[in-house]
């Protein structure tokens, strides 16, 4: 089920109304059998993947409080670690590492190939259940005896598929002291939803018919403002629709009194990759620091450590994207940018300030992930390298953007930038009923406008 279809709406409407409409201590089991359901409307036989792995941490933070520190402890962390990893790495690497193998002996690319699916947000939900496992290990989070806990933790619908990568002592926090939602928790549930659901119709979808003609056949579309406009096409759409997607999952999450971090902020006007990777996909952003930058040893024991450690961090991060040359590229490149950022800046802490250099810094910041976005997108490296090609060298050619794409970019940016100095959003989550109805209705507006109903245009992190 995608958020954007009617059938998850009436699937919601459904929960909340069971979710309500039981006794207090039934409510958590109205939540996990949704969420089972949610996630088999995908793919029944990948739930017995999805309960092995539950089994399996659920029992690892329980054993990790009963061991003492020592050997015998750490091989239990391992233990969970490899499963979690040995899992993720035969559905989403194995024939990518087969292929590779069967180049190197001379044999055709697909001579060791299996006929895997990968399970539906199989990234996510492990990167989840390991932050926990590793806390517990750590001594920053208490085992969980429940087992309905824990496993309505590892599977509640609203982040199941694409995040955000919610902490086990967030999520427990909500489950164990649960309040039912206030009148402001409501409020900016329905209008979260309501933006999700605009950003990625009315916004991400529009621009992702102009980036699919592009990719779909660049040799037909020759040209640096094809190119560019192709490729900025994609950076909208994989903007609008992935932080639509978690404004919708924060949205549902508070409606049902649970309590998501924020996952994106604006990311588009940072003034460098730092300052954008700080804004960007938050959630994964703090996983990888804490969990792989920091025990390398992130920024102590000199420059060259630190540099080192930034490269290792952004390299697992593309490769965690996808298993493609392309998306180990990716994660280089984002590696190289930091690393070159922080030989430049030096110990100085980044800067957000808007002043004159400010607009020169944010579109050279734009203009570097665009670059970054094409090995993201592109189909293999050939086609990268294409793409590249076209965009800084060659003959001008014609864009692909239309005045009213233009128009919508524009929009976008004018209510970024008052959201990020105004809090435009916020305040009118906050404002009185007539003021809230009214940014409600510019919202279904749009989308009546605007949104593109079209079932081949699901959101593009249900692939990770």
Not at 61 to 70: N, T, Y
Not at 122 to 150: C, E, K, L, W
Not at 273 to 282: E, K, P
Request: charged content about 15%.
């Amino acid at each position: 089920m995608l958020f954007n279809t009617a059938q998850f709406f009436v699937f919601l409407a459904v929960v909340l109304a069971l979710f309500y409409g039981v006794p207090r201590g039934l409510r958590k089991y109205i939540l996990l059998a949704a969420s089972y359901y949610f996630y088999a409307s995908w793919n029944p036989k990948f739930i017995a993947l999805l309960l092995t792995l539950t089994v399996i941490d659920y029992a690892s933070g329980l054993w990790l409080e009963r061991v003492a520190p020592g050997p015998r402890r750490k091989a239990v962390l391992v233990f969970s670690l490899a499963a979690n990893l040995g899992f993720l790495g035969f559905f989403k690497y194995y024939n990518f590492l087969a292929g590779n193998l069967a180049l190197a002996v001379g044999r055709p690319v697909n001579s060791f190939f299996l006929d895997i699916v990968l399970p539906l947000g199989i990234s996510f939900h492990t990167f989840q259940s390991m932050s926990y496992v590793v806390d517990v290990y750590r001594g920053q989070q208490r085992a969980v005896r429940n087992p309905v806990d824990y496993a309505l933790f590892i599977c509640f619908f609203p982040q199941l598929v694409a995040g955000p990568i919610v902490r086990a002592r967030d999520f427990f926090r909500d489950l164990w002291g649960w309040q039912p939602p206030t009148a402001d928790d409501v409020s900016r549930g329905v209008f979260l939803m309501a933006l999700g659901l605009t950003k990625k119709m009315a916004f991400a979808d529009q621009f992702a018919k102009v980036a699919n003609e592009y990719f779909g056949n660049v040799a037909a579309h020759r040209g640096m403002a094809a190119a560019w406009s192709g490729v900025f096409a994609f950076a909208l759409q994989i903007y609008f629709d992935f932080s639509g997607y978690t404004d919708m999952a924060i949205g549902m999450a508070k409606l049902l009194g649970f309590h998501f971090p924020i996952n994106f902020r604006r990311p588009y006007l940072a003034a460098s990759v730092t300052d954008f990777w700080r804004r960007w996909h938050i959630s994964l952003s703090s996983w990888l620091r804490d969990y792989l930058y920091i025990p390398l040893g992130g920024s102590r024991g000199g420059a060259w450590k630190t540099y080192r450690n930034l490269m290792l961090t952004m390299l697992l991060g593309g490769l965690w994207h996808g298993a493609s040359w392309n998306f180990l590229i990716w994660g280089g490149y984002q590696g190289v940018l930091l690393s070159v950022e922080r030989v430049v800046r030096g110990e100085r802490p980044v800067s957000e300030e808007w002043d004159w250099s400010y607009p020169v810094r944010a579109i050279g910041t734009f203009a570097l992930v665009c670059v970054g976005w094409v090995f993201f997108r592109a189909a293999d490296l050939g086609q990268a390298l294409q793409v590249l090609g076209q965009m800084f060298g060659g003959w001008r050619g014609k864009g692909l953007l239309e005045p009213w794409h233009w128009g919508l970019a524009g929009l976008a940016l004018l209510m970024a930038i008052g959201e990020e100095k105004r809090e435009w959003f916020e305040r009118a989550m906050r404002a009185p009923a007539p003021v809230y109805g009214c940014a409600l209705a510019a919202m279904l507006f749009c989308l009546e406008i605007f949104a593109v109903v079209d079932a081949a245009i699901p959101f593009i992190y249900f692939q990770f």
